[in-house]
């Protein structure tokens, strides 16, 4: 073959691209094309993992962002503001027109000044004009009817006068405020659109949501709009401060400033709590959010929808919890239910005749956990609702019968006021007597009620227990005490029993508390 005809043999090859084609050139004694070959790219068939996307793609146009608007006055006084310690009337000519032309706030003569809002040819009469809204806040929400319906936090819209909810879409509607609940941190708003149906989402059931559920939080973050993050169910009964009602449950979904009032979903796109608060050192997420409980916001939000207001029962008794000290002190098995360290004056609670010193144990037959369990069963109640309490007193369990009242306005309920510990230290003349082994020293108040605490052994369990002097002892084991022969007496009394510890009712000016002390060698 001559070498002319190689060229058409390669031709041939690479045009049919065949391997016959490439054996005949290689028959014909051509030299064989070098392809190099390439290694196929990486490809790993992943094992199938769950995904959000499904549950994103259901729930999303429920969640809303919501912009608050309000009648935001002006902080600052016109007539003090200064320029380096010049004021408006020694400016330059040019700067003082630039003022006025530019709508800045009157000065004291009728004239621009420096602090107005800014806007174009403000003018002498800029004063006269209608005082704008602001936009003052911005949070989450999520729609639970399709008729218009939103949850969102009462601190997202409580000082508003405006609401503007912003759709997934983009569509902004405006809303008005139905009613809100400082107690539980809970409103509603509602969007009127007749000729529009919302696509809304449905309350979890609490029983069946477990620690380390898997959980979607969607919300506004930062303004952002629609955000996802994800997260599971860390733990339940959380308890931060925020009121009587605490009982939230802890995530480690990445929530943030904007994220309040937005709803937590389980898989199945149900809410299972909603978004308040967050535990947060460096004013981010660290991972540890509170939501309210569904069946919480369900039974508020409902309310709020039916009246504009939540009515709840008052029981009107000031309580604490009961330590395993206070247990003992009792003769009670277990540190469970609330001490009442005193019912309110023409209290419900008082009418009825719960005493100092009883320890409610149960509610309706239901077992009361701590004071906290004890505030929301009274609260579930409407007023005037007949409740069966049951009582632990002098030894043995006593039924009580409670016609519950409307709360007041201001925050009277049961709650853990009784532990504060605080009181002005006080000096007071020589004793009558040194408990030393309650290390505490005492004498007769100038009342004659109870005995005036004037010394306290730093290193004593009444120290630990922040008992203090210029406080008074009222009563031990429920006994009114006069002086200390009726400590001794109780005391000894106690230990016949067999009890290793004495109850004390130490009366502040912050009110009256209980404390537990051993009483082995007293």
Do not use: C
């Amino acid at each position: 073959m001559s070498k002319t005809s190689n060229p058409r043999s390669f031709k041939s090859v690479l045009k049919t691209g065949t391997a016959a084609g490439l054996a005949a050139l290689m028959l014909a004694g051509a030299t064989p094309l070098m392809v190099p070959a390439y290694a196929a790219p990486v490809n790993v068939q992943a094992p199938q993992v769950p995904s959000f996307s499904g549950v994103v793609d259901a729930v999303l146009p429920a969640v809303v962002s919501i912009r608050v608007q309000s009648d935001v006055q002006q902080t600052s006084d016109d007539s003090n503001f200064s320029f380096n310690g010049r004021d408006f009337d020694q400016l330059p000519d040019p700067l003082k027109r630039f003022f006025r032309e530019w709508g800045m706030p009157m000065a004291p003569d009728g004239r621009g000044g420096p602090h107005a809002e800014p806007g174009p040819r403000g003018g002498p009469h800029a004063e006269q004009r209608p005082r704008r809204l602001r936009p003052t806040a911005q949070g989450s929400g999520f729609f639970i009817s399709e008729d218009g319906y939103i949850v969102t936090n009462n601190h997202v819209v409580s000082d508003g006068q405006a609401y503007t909810v912003v759709m997934n879409d983009g569509t902004e509607l405006d809303a008005k405020l139905v009613g809100k609940d400082p107690r539980t941190d809970l409103a509603v708003l509602k969007v009127n659109e007749p000729n529009k149906k919302f696509t809304y989402v449905n309350w979890a059931d609490d029983d069946k949501v477990k620690v380390g559920d898997w959980v979607v939080a969607v919300g506004n973050p930062f303004g952002l709009g629609g955000t996802v993050t994800a997260g599971i169910v860390s733990a339940f009964g959380r308890d931060i401060g925020s009121g009587p009602y605490d009982d939230y449950i802890q995530i480690d979904a990445a929530v943030n400033r904007g994220n309040s009032g937005g709803p937590d979903f389980n898989l199945n796109g149900q809410v299972v709590g909603i978004n308040t608060a967050i535990f947060s050192p460096s004013g981010g997420s660290v991972g540890i959010a509170f939501a309210i409980p569904a069946s919480t916001a369900k039974d508020v939000v409902n309310s709020l929808i039916k009246n504009g207001s939540v009515q709840r029962g008052w029981l009107g008794v000031q309580i604490q919890p009961v330590t395993k000290d206070i247990a003992d002190s009792l003769g009670l098995s277990e540190a469970r239910g609330a001490l009442v360290a005193e019912p309110q004056a023409d209290s419900p609670g008082a009418k009825a005749g719960i005493k100092q010193g009883d320890v409610i144990t149960a509610v309706n037959g239901e077992p009361v956990k701590d004071p906290r369990d004890l505030a929301r069963r009274i609260a579930s109640f409407a007023p005037g609702t007949k409740v069966d309490v049951s009582v632990w007193r002098e030894g043995k369990s006593v039924s009580v019968k409670v016609d519950l009242g409307k709360l007041p306005t201001e925050d009277k309920t049961a709650d853990n006021s009784g532990d504060d510990q605080g009181s002005e230290e006080r000096s007071a003349p020589a004793t009558e007597q040194a408990l030393a082994g309650l290390g505490v020293t005492v004498q007769p108040s100038d009342d004659g009620k109870g005995l005036t605490i004037t010394d306290v052994d730093p290193d004593s369990d009444a120290a630990d227990k922040g008992v203090k002097p210029g406080e008074k002892i009222t009563s031990v084991n429920n006994q009114e005490v006069a002086k200390a022969a009726d400590v001794k007496k109780i005391i000894d009394q106690a230990k016949k029993e067999g009890r290793s510890k004495a109850l004390f009712q130490i009366q502040t000016d912050k009110g009256s508390r209980f404390v537990a002390l051993p009483i082995n060698q007293g």
